[in-house]
């Protein structure tokens, strides 16, 4: 059984503490790939609580407010820093729900360890030792993309690097690997390698489906995918869900082809939910 880390807001946010990992139920990071206001973000936020709640299970808001590794240099790229920190901010104190949000350089990792609950390090920049290691001297848990060019056999060392500045509180997220150009795959047997860290392993289920730069000025993507991975994923063993979704999702400014519709996260999650539940009762899963 992986460690349990536990979330908690504090007394002006959720009542109950987000717990991932250990003995928890399946816990779902959610939100849409890119910051676009604070109306939606907070709409999207609400919406999933909601179904959260109905599933009985932990909810993190997830959103850049920067996408700073877009295909094309004319491609949106979110609302900055301050602006996305501030919406943010309200997200986390509206929803009450915690929030996750992704670092680039180490300069921004402070910052944002002072808004956000979880810091993620995308998949690029996984092996990025400088901001590992300011991400882990923030105390906060950390979130680490596995890249997509990485094994599973890798990320102990990721994972160490994390552990040299005393961090404990980590989640490690599969999210597809290169195959060829402009491909990915899964290959589930990297679930239970990282999961054999200790540490709570989280399914991307909608980045896991981008066909990277396959429509030439950005990444392409196949979202109808997304029910049947996420399936496959509890059946093997995770401790979360990451699905990125958006009201409009062909509106949306980056990822359109792989966001979920938000009216389509909840048929998605239940069954999920109840493979999660099965398989932990087997106890095939440790």
């Given amino acids: 059984m992986t460690r349990q880390i536990t979330i908690d807001v504090g007394p002006n946010g959720s009542p109950t503490p987000v717990r991932i990992g250990g003995d928890a139920p399946l816990a779902l990071i959610a939100g849409p790939c890119v910051l676009e206001g604070p109306g939606m973000a907070l709409h999207v936020a609400q919406q999933l609580k909601a179904i959260a709640i109905r599933y009985g299970i932990g909810y993190v808001f997830k959103a850049s407010f920067d996408k700073a590794n877009r295909t094309s240099i004319r491609s949106a790229r979110g609302p900055g820093l301050d602006a996305g920190l501030g919406v943010l901010a309200q997200v986390r104190s509206v929803a009450k729900v915690p929030v996750l949000t992704d670092v680039h350089e180490t300069w921004q990792v402070g910052p944002c360890a ?29 979130n680490v993309k596995k890249g997509q060019f990485l094994s599973p056999w890798d990320i102990p060392n990721v994972v160490q690097k994390l552990q040299s500045e005393g961090c404990e509180q980590i989640i490690l997220t599969e999210r597809g690997t290169s195959f060829g150009y402009q491909n990915l795959v899964v290959d589930f047997r990297s679930l239970p390698a990282m999961r054999a860290t200790g540490y709570p392993v989280a399914f991307d289920v909608t980045h896991s489906l981008q066909l990277p730069g396959n429509v030439g ?7 109808e995918y997304a029910p049947h991975l996420a399936r496959a994923a509890c059946a093997v063993g995770v401790d979360a869900l990451f699905i990125e979704t958006h009201p409009h999702p062909n509106e949306a400014l980056s990822d359109a082809t792989t966001m979920l519709p938000l009216d389509q996260v909840e048929s998605l999650l239940s069954v999920a939910v109840e493979i999660h539940q099965a398989v932990r009762r087997a106890g095939v899963v440790e």
């Fill in 114 to 142: 002072e808004v956000v609950d979880i810091l993620q390090v995308p998949a690029f920049l996984c092996r990025q030792t400088d901001l590992l290691l300011a991400c882990a001297k923030t105390g906060k848990p950390v």
């Fill in 217 to 223: 000025t950005a990444s392409g993507g196949m979202r």
